[in-house]
């Protein structure tokens, strides 16, 4: 009876661990992105209407449309190394 008690014990205090690391984990704002053109295609944010805006790693990434998501999700490190760039000028 004592080791279901620890048990129990044991699993609460480990559930109350991982839900305190789960919300400091989400706290984090993604770094902002820059652009003001969609870093796939070239075109300019907003003129096929309102961007795809998402976070990848902790970066925030704006695409002009959802058919731009297919080829950043292929080669992201390409488009994120442009993305930063931006944030760095």
Do not use: H
């Amino acid at each position: 009876m004592k080791s279901l008690k620890r048990l129990c014990v044991f699993s609460l205090a480990l559930a109350a661990l991982a839900l305190a690391s789960t919300s400091f984990a989400g706290d984090k704002t993604p770094k902002a992105d820059n652009l003001t053109t969609c870093p796939v295609s070239g075109e300019k944010l907003g003129e096929m209407g309102k961007p795809l805006v998402f976070t990848y790693e902790d970066q925030e990434v704006k695409l002009c449309c959802k058919s731009c998501k297919k080829d950043f999700d292929k080669d992201p490190a390409k488009y994120l190394k442009l993305i930063r760039a931006a944030d760095k000028k």
